[in-house]
């Protein structure tokens, strides 16, 4: 997965925006305006990419301990979110999977009211 696969593939999700919120460098994609994804720009340049996505919390448990490349999320709540290390251990395939499921946490989350919103127009 390339920075432009990643960008294409969350902005494709309905409601997603893209943001800025911290710095130049990190790179945050929100639903219903919260957060589902964050990434450092510098990083994919570095060639060390990753990706901080809210999970499950038992099911963040079991993923650590399965890939070594998916640790306690970066400067986030370790018990919510998880930094998935891109190109490592952690196949593309899998690492679409935890987007997902980090959309979807986030839009259960948002109220009736902005759900509708969001599914009222097509991206």
Known sequence: MDIQQLYEFCLSKK???????????TL???????MFCLTSLSEWEKGTPSLNLKCDPNVAVELREKYEGILPGYH???????????????????????????????????????????LKFDN
């Open 15 to 25: 409601g997603v925006t893209e943001h800025f919120p911290f710095d130049e460098d």
């Open 76 to 118: 986030m709540s370790k018990i919510h979110w998880n930094t998935v290390k891109v190109n490592e251990d952690v196949p593309d395939k899998k690492v679409v999977h935890l987007i997902n499921h980090s959309y979807e946490l986030i839009f259960s989350s948002l109220t009736k009211k902005v759900k509708e919103e969001i």
């Open 28 to 34: 945050v994609f929100k639903v219903g305006g919260k």
